[in-house]
């Protein structure tokens, strides 16, 4: 499989240093070009000398590309966009950009093609990240394959509806902030109750961690893992007594709703 990789900055390079390190793909079936001399620098230099492909042009890095992963930001995609039309019927493109719509992808890169509209988020670069996608009527079995061996490799996809990517780019793409607002905000909390600095942060973020990792391997509910650690009269009631009657459900789903709406409104613009 030949992957070409159009705008090598942030998520295209982290991206493609999973499939590197993974072993998914040799560093010579992928292809890169961007407009930006340092993230060109960045992108070869995930590879021994010589062994990533580099075009000049967007366009030039279409020759032979099986798969095209378009991930430049949205206000760059006017101008990319055109491109790629260029490339074979059966192309696969993957686009990352946020609010850039499937049916925004087919008028500039034709109605036949196979295409996956992607919301991504940043704990990719680690291996944890979470993938949404929904593909146009043209995907087929095999290019679901394709999408998870690109994505499986940095955490979990999911496959959604298109109208879906709206929560997901509020609950995935732009949780990764709000997950460090409540980090920030428990630490902060808990050096107010003589914590140090240097021990409140680590420790709230291994807590994060650790109940969702036993979340998902328990198979416990939310409600379940509060009741397991509650004991009448103990510590977690009293925090509990605060926490549900706080607004915190409603800050919450305020939250998820506002970034929801920005979601939707960025994809009719
Ligand atoms: N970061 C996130 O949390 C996140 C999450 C989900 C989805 N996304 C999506 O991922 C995409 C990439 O985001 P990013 O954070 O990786 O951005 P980034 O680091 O800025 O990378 C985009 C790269 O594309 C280059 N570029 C601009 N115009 C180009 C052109 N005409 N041809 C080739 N390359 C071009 C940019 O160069 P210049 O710097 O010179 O313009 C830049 O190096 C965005 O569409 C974003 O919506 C991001």
Redesign the pocket.
């Known amino acids: 499989m030949k992957l070409s990789v159009?705008?090598?900055?942030?998520?295209?390079?982290?991206i493609v240093k999973g499939l590197l390190d993974n072993h998914i793909l040799a560093a010579n079936n992928i292809t890169g070009?961007?407009?930006?001399a340092?993230?060109q620098r960045a992108f070869l230099a995930l590879a021994a000398d010589g062994q990533l492909g580099w075009a000049n042009?967007?366009a030039d890095a279409m020759t032979d590309a099986d798969v095209a992963l378009i991930?430049?930001?949205?206000q760059?995609?006017d101008?990319?966009l055109p491109?790629l039309a260029g490339a074979d019927s059966d192309t696969l493109f993957i686009?990352?950009?946020?609010?850039?719509t499937l049916a925004r992808l087919s008028a500039a890169l034709g109605e036949h093609r196979p295409m996956f509209r992607v919301?991504?988020?940043?704990p990719l670069m680690v291996g944890e990240g979470v993938t949404a996608c929904a593909g146009n009527r043209h995907v087929t079995a095999a290019h679901h394959e394709i999408l998870q061996k690109i994505f499986g490799v940095t955490g979990q996809v999911f496959t959604v509806s298109e109208p879906q990517l709206d929560a997901v780019?509020a609950l995935s793409?732009s949780g990764?902030a709000f997950m460090a607002c409540v980090a920030d905000a428990l630490a902060g909390a808990a050096v107010a109750e003589g914590l140090p600095p240097e021990l409140a942060l680590p420790m709230t973020l291994q807590t994060m961690r650790g109940s969702a990792t036993l979340l998902q391997q328990s198979g416990m509910t939310p409600g379940e893992l509060i009741t397991q650690v509650s004991s009448k009269g103990g510590t977690t009631v009293a925090g509990l007594s605060v926490l549900k009657n706080s607004d915190l459900a409603k800050v919450l789903a305020q939250t998820i709703h506002a970034a929801a709406n920005r979601s939707r409104e960025l994809a009719k613009a």
Not at 71 to 74: G, R, Y
């Open positions: 159009i705008g090598t900055g942030k998520m295209g390079g982290a070009a961007d407009a930006s340092d993230a042009s967007a991930s430049v930001k949205p760059n995609m101008e990319v491109q686009s990352i950009a946020a609010g850039i919301m991504p988020n940043t780019t793409g990764p």
